[in-house]
């Protein structure tokens, strides 16, 4: 019998992954009600909150950013190795730092952070699982008071196409929802498509 393969929910800040994930939850719920793939919630705002990090701080100061960063991957690592052979379905991944320190950290940030044990535990996982990146909607870009937000729809694209080239640069294989995909249900089916033709014996698994 074939182990599912673990689900990243990946991309810029409102492009819906949250949603995404909580969707996928129920419908692999009803498609397999005996698989379990362990929910990993965004880890970056518990960091924000116990550690009195603002936004500012990343906009203002390169070397508080990176600070903030190299806190949320290691928090990322140490949820993901809590069990390490446990599939997962992850809201954001050990991507997401890298992409901010890339944005907002000093010029040796990303540097820094793929040269960490934590990096390479966690892009050794991703290159084994399903990727999928969210793609930014102009109409979805709202301030939620906590994350750092794009000014406009030129930086969001801009953060877009920097998560596309820390994935490629380390050898991730990802697939982008296609932007005309907007309804959830449409974005669900998506996914669902890519984890059956990926996960070999997922039909096995939910029977």
């Known amino acids: 019998m074939s182990r599912p393969i673990s689900v990243y929910i990946v991309g810029a800040q409102c492009t819906g992954k949250t949603t995404l994930l909580h969707a996928l939850q129920a419908a692999l719920s009803r498609k397999c009600p005996s698989l379990h793939l362990r929910p990993i919630t965004e880890v970056a705002r518990k960091i924000l909150r116990e550690r009195q990090f603002t936004r500012d701080d990343i906009t203002d100061s390169p070397e508080r950013a990176l600070e903030l960063q190299q806190l949320i991957l290691t928090a990322q690592c140490k949820e993901e190795s ?101 309804d959830l249900e449409d974005r669900v089916d998506f996914v669902m498509g890519l984890w059956d033709s990926l996960a070999r014996g997922a039909r096995s698994i939910c029977t």
């Open 82 to 182: 809590k069990d390490p052979f446990d599939p997962v379905l992850c809201d954001r991944s050990g991507v997401d730092p890298i992409v901010y320190a890339v944005k907002y950290g000093p010029p040796q940030g990303q540097e820094i952070l793929e040269s960490s044990y934590y990096w390479k535990y966690l892009r050794d996982r991703m290159r084994k699982a399903l990727v999928v990146l969210c793609p930014p909607q102009e109409e979805w870009l709202v301030d939620d008071g906590t994350r750092l937000m794009a000014r406009d729809t030129a930086e969001w694209e801009d953060m877009h196409r920097t998560f596309v080239q820390v994935l490629e640069t380390n050898g991730i294989v990802f697939q982008t929802i296609p932007r005309e995909l907007q």
